[in-house]
């Protein structure tokens, strides 16, 4: 959303309600969807309101809906008409991917059920996966992806499928395309993000390897959105945005990541009982 009013400070707004995080609260108004604002109690529609428009009335006697009117009345004339709260909804709706109501029209929702690779992409990371010899001691992906009769693909298989098995088959069929074609830039882009996770997995890491990692997962996140319009970025794809952040505390992931964890988790799960404490 865009402000159009003057606000006061923090401080003032935690006289109201003690122990609310209005960053939080600020970030969802300016960011967050419509629905978003919807869901949020009274009370904290309460702060909000003193944060954007200050104590000149006097909100807690109103009711929710005025609240939602008044905190919609703030955003730009332009974004209200359209019904569109979020600067990326509404470059949505200048490319034509969003209806004024904010949903995806017709074509948008017929093409997101079409799969990336498709049946004859992954025929040939099959071949490939059957002609490729790797080290004994490495970790492979199961030799039918996409299959659901081979079942669902552990986290080290995942990437092993993501970073070596796809790279290889994907840079043979589209990497001699030209650099307009939607399949080249869709390679070059998913290269940022198997560099990005090369980095984030290395067993020493420097400044500039955080660095790269962040440049490259942010151009990935970037060129996702330009490439997949009518998909939203997911909770995981936000939280890698910060994950340099966790790199720099902590260190190599190797000494804190949760493989170990989840293999017990397996074990456990595997073990015969009969679901019965003391048998």
Known sequence: MINST??????????VIPDIDVSSLLNLYDTGSKTALHRLRKRLLVVLCV???????????????QLLDQL??????????????????????????????GGLVEQVRASRKTNVLGKNTLKEIRRDMERLNLPTWFQTAPKHPGEIR???????????????????????LWGGRGKDDRQYQMLENFLHLVTAVHYANQRKLTDNTIELYDSHMTTYLNGFIKLYPFANISPYQHLSLHFSTHLRRWGPTHSWRCFAFERYNGILQGLPTNNKFGS
């Open 51 to 65: 944060v954007k428009f200050g104590r000149s009335q006097d909100f807690n006697n109103w009711k929710k809906h």
């Open 6 to 15: 003057p606000s006061v400070s923090e401080p003032a707004a935690k006289d």
């Open 150 to 172: 081979w079942g669902k693909f552990k986290a080290n298989e995942w990437k092993a499928f993501c970073t070596v098995n796809l790279p290889i088959t994907l840079t043979r």
């Open 72 to 101: 919609h009345e703030a955003v730009s004339p332009l974004l209200h008409s359209f019904g569109v709260y979020s600067l990326n909804n509404f470059q949505r709706l200048a490319d034509g991917i969003v209806d004024e109501d």
